[in-house]
Nanobody, 117 residues
């Protein structure tokens, strides 16, 4: 099992910045990709950004490209999402995600990000 603990998030005005952190524990050696998903009210959960072990592959949702940056510290088993130029449409619950080499998936408890206009 893998446990994910998120921190960060909160309320910010449009154009502002926030930082989300996620720390993994447990069977961390089994983790390949880590990333962030978000779910706005009435909408499906969607991928925001993901990064594989060692940072060899990174992907972003089109809606956050050039505004969000994902990074990973494998030594600390942590993943960071820096969100700049935030928009009201970025408002959602953000979930940390980890995928094992065996395709198991793990989720954090979620953290609220609210962007006011």
């Amino acid at each position: 099992q893998v446990q994910l603990v998120e921190s960060g998030g909160g309320l910010v005005q449009a154009g502002g910045s926030l930082r989300l952190s996620c720390a993994a524990s447990g069977r961390i050696f089994s983790i390949n990709a880590m990333g962030w998903y978000r779910q706005a009210p009435g909408k499906q959960r969607e991928l925001v950004a993901s990064i594989t072990r060692g940072g060899s592959s990174i992907q972003y949702a089109d809606s956050v490209k050039d505004r969000f940056t994902i990074s990973r510290n494998d030594a600390q088993n942590a993943v960071l999402l820096i969100m700049n130029s935030l928009k009201p449409e970025d408002t959602a619950v953000y979930y940390c995600n980890a995928q094992s080499f065996g395709r198991d998936e793990y989720w954090g408890q979620g953290t609220q990000v609210t962007v006011s206009s």
